[in-house]
T-cell receptor, first 113, second 116 residues
């Protein structure tokens, strides 16, 4: 089954404790992206990757890092999480940049205390 | 800058009735897609319908249809014969076909409640 898998689905943690949200897709997609969803703001892009070792900032990259060492994986790293990063996070992928629609993971609810 | 605006934060409809969700957008591009996504309480992002800007014909998917007005930059979603399972947050989104970042621009969302 074609899917985008995110882990964990839920996480409560404390300020400053590094965390990683994993994202994996099994569709051999080149393009992957991270969004955060906040009430009243919809979803906003954090980072994206057009292929292995190619990443770039989206609209709200501050406080986040990403890497793309393998085609299937695109982890989101919060080196020093802060309460304003409490949000719902989505990973998405598509065959190539600009291809639509994108396939979304099931979301990760992060709470930073 | 590209923007998407959903001016109805919440709406409700009686089961079996028809409801229309509004969306306006702004872009200087000529080639783009427009989407409606449904987000039920499970939080999944489910694609409901999509429209290519170069197509004049409005897209339909079963009970879901759109009214795409390119000149007015309007893209409303009509849900016919509303069902309880349609209760969800609905997002309108804009995606450029040839895009540096490949991102989708989302509206703020409309929370739809279908009442029995």
């Amino acid at each position: 089954e074609a899917q985008v898998t995110q882990n964990p689905r839920y996480l409560i943690t404390v300020t400053g404790k590094k965390l990683t949200v994993t994202c994996s897709q099994n569709m051999n997609h080149e393009y992957m992206s991270w969004y955060r969803q906040d009430p009243g703001l919809g979803l906003r892009q954090i980072y994206y990757s057009m292929n292995v070792e190619v990443t770039d900032k989206g609209d709200v990259p501050e406080g986040y890092k990403v890497s793309r060492k393998e085609k299937r994986n695109f982890p989101l790293i919060l080196e020093s999480p802060s309460p304003n990063q409490t949000s719902l996070y989505f990973c998405a992928s598509s065959l190539r940049q600009g291809d639509q629609p994108q396939h979304f993971g099931d979301g990760t609810r992060l709470s930073i205390l | 800058a590209q923007t998407v605006t959903q001016s109805q934060p919440e709406m409700s409809v009686q089961e079996a009735e028809t409801v229309t969700l509004s969306c306006t957008y702004d872009t200087s591009e000529n080639n783009y897609y427009l989407f409606w996504y449904k987000q039920p309480p499970s939080r999944q992002m489910i694609l409901v319908i999509r429209q290519e800007a170069y197509k004049q014909q409005n897209a339909t998917e079963n009970r879901f249809s759109v009214n795409f007005q390119k000149a007015a930059k309007s893209f409303s979603l009509k849900i016919s014969d509303s069902q309880l399972g349609d209760t969800a947050m609905y997002f309108c989104a804009l995606g450029r076909i040839y895009n540096q970042g490949g991102k989708l621009i989302f509206g703020q969302g409309t929370e739809l409640s279908v009442k029995p």
